[in-house]
């Protein structure tokens, strides 16, 4: 059956977006090193456009083989506190897990950049750690819309293919694309991050914070950019807050589409004696008498 959103707390949705994010990103900058690096024959096989698309395909194939996971498909596979906060505007992610969530995300991204400092040492250090670093000819402004515009259309396209039933099994493929063409187009002239976490995790690594509100204000913008303009252009209403929804999982997040309840907070074992009632009660007054 559809479900409401979840309450209480949910660390096991919020370990899969960790583990999620670690996996997808530590993947995807290796994919960073193996097409820019100066010691790779890449960068000399092929032309810069193309290995742009590469990345970006890298990037939203690791996302859609996270989103079919049985991890992404118990918490959504989000990646992304810019896709998190879309959907808690969009009113499917109850606000503690939105939180949590994005504390996995950025705990997530953390570890991939370390992980991929350390395995790759001078490949990695020759990519600058696979930070996002806008052009020198870009003010703040700029880049702040440049990455507001990237995301407000990798999440239109989300919402857009979450608001069928027909078209939510697709999403991770419609991701896929879009993230190609996203990136080969912004990466030129901000890295095209498209989300706070990616961008967190190496400037962390490498303590050097370029602009870096910018990474931070402009996703989140573009997402609330996205999550109004759904409802005010188009009418449509989102159905699930999952990249791949599995019926077969429960899920914290509000969903039209069906889907398992999700386990009660508390659950008393067979057997065991009931919990007292509060003193001064009916049930306490009954319970006391002969």
């Not at 660390?11 to 960073?32: D, H, R």
């Not at 083989?65 to 992610?93: C, D, K, Q, Y």
């Not at 602009?211 to 989102?238: D, H, K, N, S």
Request: hydrophobic share 50%.
């Amino acid at each position: 059956m559809p479900q409401p959103k979840a309450t209480g707390w949910h660390p096991v949705e919020w370990a899969c977006e960790f583990a999620g994010t670690a996996f997808q990103l530590t993947a995807a900058f290796s994919v960073v090193a193996l097409l820019e690096s100066p010691r790779s024959p890449a960068t000399s096989a092929l032309p810069g456009w193309s290995r742009l698309v590469l990345i970006g395909i890298a990037f939203g194939l690791l996302a859609a083989a996270v989103a079919l996971s049985p991890a992404g498909r118990r918490s959504g596979a989000h990646l992304n506190p810019a896709v998190t906060a879309g959907f808690w505007l969009r009113g499917h992610t109850p606000s503690r897990d939105a939180l949590g969530y994005i504390a996995a995300q950025v705990a997530g991204a953390l570890l991939a950049a370390a992980v991929f400092s350390a395995a790759w040492g001078p490949w990695a250090a020759s990519v600058n750690t696979a930070r996002t670093v806008p052009q020198q000819h870009l003010n703040l402004a700029g880049v702040a819309g440049i990455e507001a515009a990237l995301t407000c259309g990798l999440l239109t396209t989300v919402f857009v293919m979450v608001s069928s039933p027909r078209t939510a099994r697709w999403t991770p493929a419609a991701v896929t694309g879009v993230l190609a063409v996203l990136i080969w187009a912004g990466a030129p002239h901000t890295g095209a991050s498209m989300n706070p976490a990616r961008t967190l995790g190496p400037d962390a690594i490498t303590s050097a914070f370029t602009a870096i509100w910018c990474y931070l204000a402009g996703p989140f913008a573009g997402a609330a950019a996205a999550a109004g303009a759904l409802t005010v252009v188009t009418r449509r209403r989102t159905l699930t807050a999952k990249l791949f929804h599995d019926p077969q999982y429960p899920s914290v997040h509000a969903t039209a589409l069906p889907a398992k309840p999700h386990p009660p907070l508390r659950r008393q074992q067979p057997g065991a004696r009931p919990h007292p009632a509060p003193p001064g009660t009916r049930k306490d007054e009954a319970a006391r008498r002969p």
